[in-house]
């Protein structure tokens, strides 16, 4: 058993020799995933757990494609708001016999990426309009009740409204609750003269130590990030790092070009040193360029790319090519962006895509 599956299992029951698959609700923010990097963390700690003692509750506008959950509710952004001020009955459960098209709205995830810039007055408006509650109803309920969970294990975000599902849930049937945290946003403190600002930082930072003293136990990403909150709160915690299924390739590499390839987030001014390094491969050989695959963040980073001659923009691809690229290139590219702009927020940073580019087998190169 992973260490995961001991620690709930033993928190289920007193009698560690007899350990047996506690049901286990989770709530974050996107669901079990095969792509999104969020949601293949979290799909990674379930791999052996049975699928009737696994459910989750995620809101954001995506169709579960992992194997290890079959029943999901989702409630949107745009429905909670809907029922805010039109009262309106939201939410659905989703599970294998979902048809896809009928629970994907483009409509809202355009809408989301629109109003998703996280300012002060954004954070304080989306707290606001989960908080009313007035997303919960009957059959949500009725879907809680119906699967009996044991233990809440919530993906610990940057909004408090989270928090507060998941302590009610866990509060109302008195079960533990377990939080997997691989941010610091606790920490991230920011120089600011918005009274909005502040007031954001003043609920968020409350309602974290409300969810830590309830909490049961904590799962960090990295050694690093556990230290720095045990230096600020006593509690009981654990290190899970990434997993990852891929296996090195023994077929040999056919390529007729050396192949180097970077593939993962493009945010957090990761474009910076993928442009340097593509620049410096051309001094060495026109040849040499590298292949990025990977969701553009915004004009900026789209506009560097096309004009940097060093660099062949792939766009995004799935997990299942993500494994083919991987094992097929000569090199494997990891970045990360140590500017002072960026510092604070790398402090603990922990790339998802490090386990799998280890496992790979494909030589890597670190800058």
């Given at each position: 058993?992973?260490?995961?599956?001991?620690?709930?299992?033993?928190?289920?029951?007193?009698?560690?020799?007899?350990?047996?698959?506690?049901?286990?609700?989770?709530?974050?923010?996107?669901?079990?995933?095969?792509?999104?990097?969020?949601?293949?963390?979290?799909?990674?700690?379930?791999?052996?757990?049975?699928?009737?003692?696994?459910?989750?509750?995620?809101?954001?506008?995506?169709?579960?494609?992992?194997?290890?959950?079959?029943?999901?509710?989702?409630?949107?952004?745009?429905?909670?708001?809907?029922?805010?001020?039109?009262?309106?009955?939201?939410?659905?459960?989703?599970?294998?016999?979902?048809?896809?098209?009928?629970?994907?709205?483009?409509?809202?995830?355009?809408?989301?990426?629109?109003?998703?810039?996280?300012?002060?007055?954004?954070?304080?408006?989306?707290?606001?309009?989960?908080?009313?509650?007035?997303?919960?109803?009957?059959?949500?309920?009725?879907?809680?009740?119906?699967?009996?969970?044991?233990?809440?294990?919530?993906?610990?975000?940057?909004?408090?409204?989270?928090?507060?599902?998941?302590?009610?849930?866990?509060?109302?049937?008195?079960?533990?609750?377990?939080?997997?945290?691989?941010?610091?946003?606790?920490?991230?403190?920011?120089?600011?003269?918005?009274?909005?600002?502040?007031?954001?930082?003043?609920?968020?930072?409350?309602?974290?130590?409300?969810?830590?003293?309830?909490?049961?136990?904590?799962?960090?990403?990295?050694?690093?990030?556990?230290?720095?909150?045990?230096?600020?709160?006593?509690?009981?915690?654990?290190?899970?790092?990434?997993?990852?299924?891929?296996?090195?390739?023994?077929?040999?590499?056919?390529?007729?070009?050396?192949?180097?390839?970077?593939?993962?987030?493009?945010?957090?001014?990761?474009?910076?040193?993928?442009?340097?390094?593509?620049?410096?491969?051309?001094?060495?050989?026109?040849?040499?360029?590298?292949?990025?695959?990977?969701?553009?963040?915004?004009?900026?980073?789209?506009?560097?790319?096309?004009?940097?001659?060093g660099i062949n923009y792939k766009g995004f691809i799935s997990y299942e090519d993500t494994v083919k690229v991987m094992q097929n290139s000569d090199?494997?590219?990891?970045?990360?962006?140590?500017?002072?702009?960026?510092?604070?927020d790398l402090r603990h940073a922990f790339s998802t895509k490090i386990a799998d580019s280890l496992a790979s087998g494909t030589c890597i190169f670190?800058?």
């Amino acid at each position: 058993m992973s260490k995961l599956e001991v620690l709930c299992a033993t928190m289920h029951q007193k009698d560690s020799s007899k350990i047996k698959y506690p049901r286990l609700l989770v709530v974050s923010h996107n669901c079990f995933s095969l792509s999104g990097s969020n949601g293949r963390t979290l799909a990674g700690f379930f791999m052996n757990w049975p699928k009737e003692s696994l459910a989750q509750f995620y809101i954001s506008n995506e169709i579960p494609d992992s194997p290890v959950c079959n029943n999901y509710y989702r409630v949107l952004d745009v429905e909670a708001l809907k029922s805010f001020y039109k009262g309106v009955q939201v939410g659905k459960v989703i599970n294998k016999n979902t048809v896809n098209s009928d629970y994907e709205d483009v409509t809202m995830n355009n809408l989301y990426k629109r109003y998703r810039k996280k300012s002060p007055f954004n954070y304080l408006a989306r707290n606001l309009i989960w908080d009313t509650n007035r997303w919960i109803n009957n059959q949500f309920q009725e879907w809680i009740d119906r699967f009996n969970p044991d233990i809440v294990m919530l993906q610990v975000g940057d909004y408090a409204f989270m928090f507060k599902i998941a302590l009610n849930i866990a509060k109302g049937r008195r079960i533990p609750l377990v939080l997997y945290n691989s941010e610091d946003y606790y920490f991230r403190d920011r120089k600011s003269i918005s009274p909005l600002y502040h007031l954001y930082r003043f609920q968020y930072k409350k309602w974290f130590r409300n969810l830590l003293r309830y909490a049961k136990h904590t799962i960090y990403i990295c050694d690093e990030l556990q230290k720095t909150y045990n230096q600020s709160f006593k509690h009981s915690s654990t290190v899970i790092m990434t997993s990852t299924e891929i296996t090195p390739s023994t077929l040999p590499k056919n390529n007729e070009k050396f192949v180097i390839s970077y593939l993962g987030n493009l945010g957090i001014g990761r474009h910076e040193p993928l442009i340097e390094i593509a620049n410096t491969l051309q001094d060495i050989d026109k040849n040499l360029k590298i292949d990025i695959y990977g969701k553009i963040p915004n004009e900026t980073v789209k506009t560097a790319f096309k004009t940097c001659v060093g660099i062949n923009y792939k766009g995004f691809i799935s997990y299942e090519d993500t494994v083919k690229v991987m094992q097929n290139s000569d090199l494997l590219v990891c970045v990360e962006n140590f500017s002072k702009h960026y510092q604070w927020d790398l402090r603990h940073a922990f790339s998802t895509k490090i386990a799998d580019s280890l496992a790979s087998g494909t030589c890597i190169f670190a800058y």
